[in-house]
């Protein structure tokens, strides 16, 4: 069975400071993908990153950047100098790469980012 | 990029009626098509999993009866609500599966439909 967890319900921030979204998994497949969505208030799930398990690799793109631990099962999620648009719920999700796989998803993040 | 549609993006419907929520894939054919349901502050929940012309595995505590899901064609998944009541009151989302992309762990997902039953 999988399992995400996001121990963070909801974080508040003011503008222009960063944060990090917590991300814990378990699965017992060797080779699987983690993603990360956003969805603003208006619902529509808005993809954000996919990495497969044999990446390690921390990835940066703008003012995102992901921190992939395998040791820790972890995948953090890290916005640098945030922005109210950045306001929104944040879900991390996970699944594996067989047919039959499904996308099982965490509870969620709420980011509240204030001016 | 992978294009998946709804339709209706919300409806309001009274109880014990019936409505219908329609997902296709715009410019890809979907396989595998799945459907979710989220209540207010909560996760995405897997509801079902439909595969072209064969019947739609439900997860469990999914009423199959409740929830007909159809998937006829390689771009078109319904979801039909019967008999709606104000707790089926939710937002509905439906993602696809590029069938021939090889690439069994991506989904696209719609934009979600908002139904409210009165």
């Known amino acids: 069975a999988q399992k995400v967890t996001q121990a963070q319900t909801e974080i508040s921030v003011v503008e222009k400071e960063d944060v990090t979204l917590d991300c814990v998994y378990e699965?017992?497949?060797?080779?699987?993908?983690l993603f990360w969505y956003k969805q603003p208030p208006s619902g529509e799930l808005v993809f954000l990153i996919r990495?497969?398990?044999?990446?390690?690799q921390n990835e940066i793109s703008g003012r995102y950047s992901w921190n992939f631990q395998k040791s820790t099962s972890s995948f953090n999620f890290t916005i640098t100098a945030s922005q109210v648009v950045d306001s929104a719920v944040y879900f991390c999700?996970?699944?594996?790469?067989?047919?039959?796989?499904?996308?099982?998803f965490g509870k969620g993040t709420m980011l509240l980012v204030s001016p | 990029g992978a294009v998946v549609s709804q339709h209706p993006s919300w409806v309001i419907c009274k109880s014990g009626t019936s409505v219908k929520i329609e997902c296709r894939s715009l410019?890809?054919?979907?396989?595998?098509m799945f459907w979710y349901r989220q209540f207010p502050k909560q996760s995405l929940m897997l509801m079902a999993t439909?595969?072209?012309?064969?019947?739609?595995?439900?997860e469990q505590g999914v009423e199959k009866d409740k929830f007909l899901i159809n998937h006829a064609s390689l771009t078109l998944s319904t979801l039909t609500v019967t008999s709606a009541h104000p707790e089926d009151s939710s937002f509905y989302i439906c993602?696809?599966?590029?069938?021939?992309?090889?690439?069994?762990?991506?989904?696209?997902f719609g934009p979600g439909t908002r139904l409210t039953v009165t």
């Open positions: 439909s595969n072209e012309g064969s019947k739609a595995t439900y």
């Open positions: 699965t017992r497949d060797t080779t699987y993908y």
């Open positions: 410019d890809f054919q979907a396989t595998t």
């Open positions: 990495r497969n398990s044999f990446d390690e």
């Open positions: 993602s696809a599966r590029d069938g021939h992309s090889g690439a069994s762990y991506e989904q696209y």
């Open positions: 999700a996970l699944t594996g790469i067989s047919g039959y796989s499904t996308l099982t």
